[in-house]
Antibody, heavy 118, light 109 residues
Framework: EVQLLESGGTLAQPGASLRLSCEVS????????MAWVRQTPGRGLEWVSA????????HYADSVQGRFTISRDNSKNTLYLHMSSLRVEDTAIYYC???????????WGQGTLVTVSS | EIVLTQSPGTLSLSPGERATLSCRAS???????LAWYQQKPGQAPRLLIY???SRAPDIPDRFSGSGSGTDFTLTISRLEPEDFAVYYC??????????FGGGTKVEIK
């Protein structure tokens, strides 16, 4: 059974840094591109970032470019999202997802809540 | 960026009725690279349809997708109690940059 489990969400101050993790099981992580998607009541679902199976290719939404870094450790079956210079508008539930050819998300984690507030 | 507009915002129906949800794109979606997801309160989205009309594994056949270009439809032929939820469309024609629609809530009338 494919499972994705996010962790690391917490309350952070504006300008702070945070690292989210997504541990996967039930499949070989390196065989799939992975993505982070966030959700807020106001902005709905928003694609944040994606990374190739090998980790050599990454992509970011304009809203997080230069502040967030996606990475993966295939030996640990874990995907990461390092978030820096956090802003209030980064407040959201962050989901990791297994993509098919960078496209649709065939599996999702349960989400982790990041709240940015002073 | 391709903007997806879903309508209606809320659909009030009774169990057993047919639900028709619309997703309109601001420009043509390449190769019908459109997916539909179902989300229930407190849960992550779940993939229902990909490629505009292909059902994901274990999705009941009462769910069907259709459309191409800029107009797509998700149909639930006969609503079951567990189908009342929020539904989102998502395009991946511009992958890896993905965009999602604002969602349609299907509620019990």
């Amino acid at each position: 059974e494919v499972q994705l489990l996010e962790s690391g969400g917490t309350l952070a101050q504006p300008g702070a840094s945070l690292r989210l993790s997504c541990e996967v099981s039930g499949y070989t992580l390196r065989d799939y591109a992975m993505a982070w998607v966030r959700q807020t009541p106001g902005r709905g679902l928003e694609w944040v970032s994606a990374i190739s199976g090998s980790g050599g290719t990454t992509h970011y939404a304009d809203s997080v470019q230069g502040r967030f870094t996606i990475s993966r450790d295939n030996s640990k079956n874990t995907l990461y999202l390092h978030m820096s210079s956090l802003r209030v508008e980064d407040t959201a539930i962050y989901y990791c997802g297994k993509t098919i050819n960078w496209g649709y998300l065939v599996s999702w984690g349960q989400g982790t809540l990041v709240t940015v507030s002073s | 960026e391709i903007v997806l507009t879903q309508s209606p915002g809320t659909l009030s129906l009774s169990p057993g009725e047919r639900a028709t949800l619309s997703c309109r794109a601001s420009q043509s979606v390449a190769s019908s690279f459109l997916a539909w997801y179902q989300q229930k309160p407190g849960q992550a989205p779940r993939l229902l349809i990909y490629g505009a009309s292909s059902r994901a594994p274990d999705i009941p056949d009462r769910f069907s997708g259709s459309g191409s270009g800029t107009d797509f439809t998700l149909t639930i032929s006969r609503l079951e109690p567990e189908d009342f939820a929020v539904y989102y469309c998502q395009q991946y024609g511009t992958s890896p940059r993905l965009t999602f629609g604002g969602g349609t809530k299907v509620e019990i009338k």
